[in-house]
C-alpha cells in the first residue's frame, strides 16, 4: 500500500512537566517535557506543525464523565481534601490518583489535546495527530482509575465520530484499557483491540472471552499476553490481527495508544519489548493511510519513555535520526551511552509458539463473526460541543503573520538551511523553538538584529504561551533596552571585571534618537508654521541630540559583542567620541541650532533616504564650522592684551561669536 509523507500535527503545552503526582509516585509527566526536547534537539519541529491545545473545560470533560465526578475534581484540592474525604471514596481517588496541587488543570491540558488532534483531523487539516500527553485510558465515567482522572481517549473519539462512521481504537500499554474498552462496550461504530499483560495483573480485565455485548459483540478484541514479550513474537501476532481488522471492519479514523511501559526495563512492566520493536506498530499502521491519532500512555522508566516517543515522532514524520543524541536540555539523563535506543534484556520469554497460535487463531475466529462494517445513515454533521471554537477566529487582523500561524508552518524538504525571510521566522520567534527547546533559559548578550524573528527574550514565553502583538518600532526599541541593560561596560578607572551599566538617562535618549530617525519627524503644520509646543519638542529633542551621538558612537559598529568594545584601546577612542558629542550638544545648546527649521534639520521627506542623508551631512558641516569658529575665537582670546577687562573680553568675544554665526548662516542658506 503506497506510503509517503504525511502532514503531522504535534500537540504540546509547556507546562505540563510541571504537575507532580507526589513523592515516590512512578507516574511522572515530566517524561513530556523530556520527549518534546528530544524532539526539538533533532530539528522534528521543522516538519510539523505544532500547537498549544486549550484545556478542555468541564462542559466538554462531562460528554463522558458525570457531571458530579467533574464537579468534584475541579473543587478538591491538597488544602480542602480533609472535607472530602466521602467523595474520595466514592470516586476512588486517594491512592494510586492521589490529589495533587494542579490536579484537574493537568487532566483538563491532556484531554484537550487529544480533543484538538481529533478536531483537526475531522477538519482534514492533518494526516496524523500526536499528543503524548494523552492517552490516559483507565479513567472511568465517575471514578479515576491507573493514575487517570479524565479518559481524554474516549473523548477525543467522541468528537471522531461526529464525522467517521467507523473508529479503532488500538492499545499497545501493557496494562489493559479497560476504560475505553468499558466506554463502547455495546456499539459497534467504535472497535477496541488491546494487546496487554493479564493474570494477577492491574486492572485485572482484557480476557479472551470478554468480546462485547449486544450491538458491540465481537466489537471488543482482547489479546491477552505473558511475561517477557520481544518483538519477534509480538510481531507474530501484531500484524495478523490489526490487517484482519481493517480488513473487516474498515475503520475510517485510527486512534493508537502507545503506552511505553511495555518496554523493556519499565518500573512497573514485565514486557521485553525494545524501541524498534514498540515503534514498528506505528510504523505498520501508518501505512493504511487512514486518519491517525497518537497518543501517549503509560511508562514509567522516562528516560526510556522519552527515547521512544521522540523515535517514534520522526517514524510519523518518515525521517531518519542520528543513532547519538545532540545536545539538549536532558542530555545527562540519558547517560552514560547517550543514544537514542532502547535494548531488550536477557528476560525469558513466557509466550511460547503454541500459546501464542492458540491466541491468534481464537481472535481470528472471533473476528470471523463480525457482519460486513455496519453503516451510518446521512445525517447533518452536529455542532461542535459547548466552549469549542476553530482557533483560526481567534486570529489578530492587525497582525502580518500570527503566532499560531508561524507555529503551522513546516520547513520545505527542497530548502537546505533556515531562511531568514517570514517562513524562517518561525524558528527565531515560534515559543516552541525558544523555550520548549531552551528550558527556562535566561536571556542572552545576542544581537536582536541578527535573529530572524526581530528581538525578544531568548528562552522566554509569555505567560499563558501567547505572544503580545507589538509594532516593528516597538520591537525595535524593547531590543535596544535589553541590548543596553545587558551589556556590561568598563569605565576608567575601574578594576577589570567590575562594570557599570549604561543609564536610564542613555537608554532613553537612544530611544529617542531611535524612533526620531525611524520616522523623520517634521516640525511644520500643514500651514507651513510651528505651534509652541512643536518647538519646544523639537528644542527637547535638539538639546538630547548630543546624549544620543554619546550613546550610538559606543554601539559596535561590526554588530558583534558589546563587551568587544570595552577594551584598554578602546577606552580612549570612546572618551575621544564622548568629547565631540559634548562639543557638539554644545554647540548645538549655544549657537541656536535648535532654532532652525524643521525642514533643515529633520527633513520632512520621509520618503526618500537621499534627503534625511543630506540633511545629516549639512548638520555635519555646520558643526564642523562652528568647531573651527571656536577655536579661532580661543586662538584670539588668548593672544589678547593681558590688561583687558574680562567682563569686557568675554562680553567682545560673545558679539564677534554671534556675528559669525549670523555671516554663516547667511552664506549657507
Known amino acids: 500500500m503506497p506510503d509517503g509523507k504525511k502532514k503531522v500535527s504535534y500537540f504540546y503545552d509547556p507546562?505540563?512537566?510541571?504537575?507532580?503526582?507526589?513523592?515516590?509516585?512512578?507516574?511522572?509527566?515530566?517524561?513530556?517535557?523530556?520527549?518534546?526536547?528530544?524532539?526539538?534537539?533533532?530539528?522534528?519541529?521543522?516538519?510539523?506543525?505544532?500547537?498549544?491545545?486549550?484545556?478542555?473545560?468541564?462542559?466538554?470533560?462531562?460528554?463522558?464523565?458525570?457531571?458530579?465526578?467533574?464537579?468534584?475534581?475541579?473543587?478538591?484540592?491538597?488544602?480542602?481534601?480533609?472535607?472530602?474525604?466521602?467523595?474520595?471514596?466514592?470516586?476512588?481517588?486517594?491512592?494510586?490518583?492521589?490529589?495533587?496541587?494542579?490536579?484537574?488543570?493537568?487532566?483538563?491540558?491532556?484531554?484537550?489535546?487529544?480533543?484538538?488532534?481529533?478536531?483537526?483531523?475531522?477538519?482534514?487539516?492533518?494526516?496524523?495527530?500526536?499528543?503524548?500527553?494523552?492517552?490516559?485510558?483507565?479513567?472511568?465515567?465517575?471514578?479515576?482509575?491507573?493514575?487517570?482522572?479524565?479518559?481524554?481517549?474516549?473523548?477525543?473519539?467522541?468528537?471522531?465520530?461526529?464525522?467517521?462512521?467507523?473508529?479503532?481504537?488500538?492499545?499497545?500499554?501493557?496494562?489493559?484499557?479497560?476504560?475505553?474498552?468499558?466506554?463502547?462496550?455495546?456499539?459497534?461504530?467504535?472497535?477496541?483491540?488491546?494487546?496487554?499483560?493479564?493474570?494477577?495483573?492491574?486492572?485485572?480485565?482484557?480476557?479472551?472471552?470478554?468480546?462485547?455485548?449486544?450491538?458491540?459483540?465481537?466489537?471488543?478484541?482482547?489479546?491477552?499476553?505473558?511475561?517477557?514479550?520481544?518483538?519477534?513474537?509480538?510481531?507474530?501476532?501484531?500484524?495478523?490481527?490489526?490487517?484482519?481488522?481493517?480488513?473487516?471492519?474498515?475503520?475510517?479514523?485510527?486512534?493508537?495508544?502507545?503506552?511505553?511501559?511495555?518496554?523493556?526495563?519499565?518500573?512497573?512492566?514485565?514486557?521485553?519489548?525494545?524501541?524498534?520493536?514498540?515503534?514498528?506498530?506505528?510504523?505498520?499502521?501508518?501505512?493504511?493511510?487512514?486518519?491517525?491519532?497518537?497518543?501517549?500512555?503509560?511508562?514509567?522508566?522516562?528516560?526510556?519513555?522519552?527515547?521512544?516517543?521522540?523515535?517514534?515522532?520522526?517514524?510519523?514524520?518518515?525521517?531518519?535520526?542520528?543513532?547519538?543524541?545532540?545536545?539538549?536540555?536532558?542530555?545527562?539523563?540519558?547517560?552514560?551511552?547517550?543514544?537514542?535506543?532502547?535494548?531488550?534484556?536477557?528476560?525469558?520469554?513466557?509466550?511460547?509458539?503454541?500459546?501464542?497460535?492458540?491466541?491468534?487463531?481464537?481472535?481470528?475466529?472471533?473476528?470471523?463473526?463480525?457482519?460486513?462494517?455496519?453503516?451510518?445513515?446521512?445525517?447533518?454533521?452536529?455542532?461542535?460541543?459547548?466552549?469549542?471554537?476553530?482557533?483560526?477566529?481567534?486570529?489578530?487582523p492587525d497582525e502580518r503573520i500570527s503566532q499560531r500561524e508561524l507555529d503551522e508552518k513546516t520547513a520545505r524538504e527542497e530548502e537546505y538551511y533556515d531562511s531568514e525571510d517570514e517562513s524562517g521566522e518561525r524558528y527565531a520567534r515560534s515559543f516552541r523553538h525558544k523555550l520548549l527547546a531552551n528550558g527556562d533559559a535566561g536571556e542572552t548578550d545576542e544581537d536582536p538584529s541578527t535573529r530572524g524573528g526581530g528581538p525578544q527574550e531568548n528562552g522566554r514565553i509569555p505567560e499563558g504561551g501567547e505572544q503580545t502583538n507589538r509594532s516593528e518600532a516597538t520591537n525595535d526599541l524593547n531590543g535596544t533596552r535589553r541590548e543596553a541593560r545587558a551589556s556590561p561596560r568598563t569605565e576608567p578607572g575601574q578594576p577589570p571585571g567590575e562594570h557599570s551599566k549604561i543609564t536610564d538617562d542613555e537608554i532613553k535618549t537612544a530611544r529617542l534618537s531611535q524612533w526620531r530617525t525611524k520616522h523623520a519627524v517634521a516640525w511644520l503644520d500643514k500651514n507651513g508654521r510651528q505651534s509652541p509646543q512643536q518647538r519646544r519638542q523639537q528644542k527637547r529633542l535638539s538639546e538630547s541630540f548630543g546624549l544620543a551621538a554619546r550613546v550610538s558612537s559606543d554601539w559596535p559598529s561590526d554588530g558583534g559583542s558589546r563587551s568587544s568594545m570595552y577594551t584598554s584601546e578602546g577606552s580612549s577612542r570612546r572618551h575621544k567620541s564622548r568629547r565631540r558629542a559634548s562639543d557638539s550638544a554644545a554647540l548645538v545648546a549655544d549657537d541656536g541650532l535648535d532654532d532652525m527649521s524643521g525642514n533643515e534639520f529633520f527633513s520632512n521627506s520621509h520618503h526618500s533616504r537621499k534627503s534625511r542623508s543630506e540633511s545629516a551631512r549639512l548638520h555635519g558641516r555646520r558643526v564642523a564650522e562652528l568647531r573651527g569658529h571656536r577655536r579661532k575665537r580661543r586662538a584670539r582670546s588668548s593672544s589678547s592684551d593681558s590688561s583687558l577687562d574680562r567682563d569686557t573680553s568675554s562680553t567682545t568675544s560673545v558679539e564677534e561669536l554671534k556675528s559669525l554665526h549670523q555671516s554663516m548662516n547667511e552664506s549657507i542658506s
Open 15 to 396: 507546562n505540563v512537566g510541571n504537575y507532580h503526582y507526589g513523592p515516590g509516585h512512578p507516574m511522572k509527566p515530566h517524561r513530556i517535557r523530556m520527549t518534546h526536547s528530544l524532539v526539538m534537539a533533532y530539528g522534528l519541529y521543522k516538519h510539523m506543525s505544532i500547537f498549544r491545545p486549550r484545556p478542555a473545560s468541564q462542559e466538554e470533560m462531562t460528554q463522558f464523565h458525570s457531571d458530579d465526578y467533574i464537579e468534584f475534581l475541579s473543587r478538591i484540592t491538597p488544602d480542602n481534601m480533609e472535607s472530602y474525604l466521602r467523595n474520595q471514596s466514592k470516586f476512588n481517588v486517594g491512592d494510586d490518583c492521589p490529589v495533587f496541587d494542579g490536579m484537574f488543570d493537568y487532566s483538563a491540558m491532556s484531554a484537550g489535546g487529544s480533543m484538538e488532534g481529533a478536531a483537526q483531523l475531522n477538519r482534514e487539516k492533518c494526516d496524523i495527530a500526536i499528543n503524548w500527553s494523552g492517552g490516559l485510558h483507565h479513567a472511568k465515567k465517575t471514578e479515576a482509575s491507573g493514575f487517570c482522572y479524565v479518559n481524554d481517549i474516549v473523548l477525543a473519539i467522541l468528537e471522531l465520530l461526529r464525522v467517521h462512521q467507523r473508529v479503532l481504537y488500538v492499545d499497545i500499554d501493557i496494562h489493559h484499557g479497560d476504560g475505553v474498552e468499558e466506554a463502547f462496550y455495546v456499539t459497534d461504530r467504535v472497535m477496541t483491540v488491546s494487546f496487554h499483560k493479564y493474570g494477577e495483573y492491574f486492572p485485572g480485565t482484557g480476557d479472551l472471552r470478554d468480546v462485547g455485548v449486544s450491538k458491540g459483540r465481537y466489537y471488543a478484541v482482547n489479546v491477552p499476553l505473558r511475561d517477557g514479550m520481544n518483538d519477534d513474537t509480538f510481531k507474530q501476532i501484531f500484524q495478523p490481527i490489526i490487517d484482519r481488522v481493517i480488513q473487516l471492519y474498515r475503520p475510517e479514523a485510527i486512534v493508537l495508544q502507545c503506552g511505553a511501559d511495555s518496554l523493556s526495563g519499565d518500573r512497573l512492566g514485565c514486557f521485553n519489548l525494545s524501541m524498534q520493536g514498540h515503534s514498528d506498530c506505528l510504523r505498520y499502521i501508518r501505512r493504511y493511510n487512514i486518519p491517525l491519532l497518537v497518543l501517549g500512555g503509560g511508562g514509567y522508566t522516562i528516560k526510556n519513555v522519552s527515547r521512544t516517543w521522540a523515535y517514534e515522532t520522526s517514524v510519523a514524520l518518515d525521517r531518519v535520526l542520528d543513532k547519538d543524541i545532540p545536545s539538549c536540555d536532558y542530555y545527562e539523563y540519558f547517560g552514560p551511552e547517550h543514544t537514542l535506543n532502547v535494548e531488550p534484556s536477557t528476560m525469558e520469554n513466557m509466550n511460547t509458539a503454541e500459546y501464542i497460535d492458540k491466541i491468534r487463531s481464537r481472535v481470528l475466529q472471533n473476528l470471523s463473526h463480525l457482519a460486513p462494517a455496519p453503516s451510518v445513515p446521512m445525517q447533518q454533521i452536529p455542532d461542535p460541543p459547548l466552549g469549542d471554537m476553530d482557533l483560526d477566529d481567534e486570529l489578530n
